[in-house]
C-alpha cells in the first residue's frame, strides 16, 4: 500500500473543518470485540463501522505511526469490495458489510498494522469521517521490576540483620563458655592461696 497526499488533506479537511461536509452524519467506529483494548500480536482484529445510512460506500484508511495514509479497501453499498490495486481480495485484509455496519478485519495484526483506521463516506457530494480507531500493542510495564527490587532489597537487608544477631548470640554463647570454666579456675586457684597463706602462718607462729 502507498501513502496518498491527497487522502491526508482530504482526511485533515474532515478533521479539521467538520461543518464544510455537514454535521448531521454520524459514523462510529470501534472494534468490533468490546472487549480489546489492544491488540496481540498474530491476533485476528476486527474493526466495525457504523454509519447512519445504508445506501453508500465507505472507504477504509490506515495512518501509521510515521503518520503515512493507506489506502485500505473500498466496500460499496452493494457489499462489494475493492482492495488495493483494484483487486476483489487480499491477503492481509478482509472486508464485508452487514447493513449500516461496515467491517474490516486485519487477519494477523503485525507491527506494520499499528496506527489509527478512519471510515471515511462520500455521499451527496460531501466527505464524512469518523473519528480515528487506535490500534497499538500495550505498552511493556516497568512498575513490577521495581517492586521486585525493592523486595529483593528489603529481604536482603532482614537476611542481614539476621544473620548478624545470630553472629552476635553465637559470640555470646561462646564467651559464656569460656568465663565460666575461667571464673571456676580463679576460685580454685584463690583458695588455694588462702590455704597456702594460712599453712605458712602457722608454721611461723607454732
Excluded at 503515512?68 to 488495493?84: C, D, G
Excluded at 478485519?105 to 480515528?132: H, I, R, T
Excluded at 532489597?153 to 548478624?164: C, D, I, L
Amino acid at each position: 500500500m502507498v501513502g496518498s497526499p491527497v487522502l491526508l488533506l482530504l482526511l485533515a479537511l474532515g478533521l479539521c473543518c467538520p461543518g464544510i461536509w455537514g454535521q448531521s452524519y454520524s459514523m462510529r467506529i470501534r472494534f468490533r470485540d468490546r472487549t480489546i483494548t489492544h491488540p496481540q500480536l498474530g491476533q485476528r482484529l476486527e474493526l466495525e463501522c457504523e454509519s447512519s445510512k445504508e445506501d453508500s460506500g465507505v472507504f477504509w484508511v490506515h495512518q501509521d505511526k510515521n503518520q503515512t495514509l493507506h489506502f485500505i479497501v473500498y466496500i460499496s453499498y452493494l457489499a462489494r469490495v475493492t482492495f488495493q490495486g483494484y483487486k476483489q481480495t487480499s491477503s492481509r485484509y478482509e472486508a464485508t458489510k452487514n447493513g449500516r455496519f461496515y467491517r474490516l478485519a486485519v487477519k494477523s495484526f503485525m507491527s506494520q498494522d499499528e496506527g489509527y483506521y478512519f471510515c471515511l463516506m462520500n455521499w451527496n457530494q460531501m466527505l464524512f469521517f469518523s473519528p480515528g480507531q487506535p490500534a497499538f500493542f500495550p505498552a511493556p510495564s516497568t512498575t513490577a521490576p521495581t517492586t521486585q527490587c525493592s523486595i529483593t532489597k528489603n529481604n536482603s537487608h532482614e537476611k542481614t540483620v539476621e544473620q548478624e544477631n545470630s553472629k552476635n548470640k553465637e559470640l555470646l554463647h561462646a564467651c559464656d563458655i569460656i568465663w565460666v570454666p575461667l571464673a571456676g579456675s580463679c576460685l580454685l586457684l584463690l583458695s588455694a592461696i588462702m590455704v597456702t597463706v594460712k599453712l605458712c602462718r602457722r608454721k611461723t607462729h607454732p
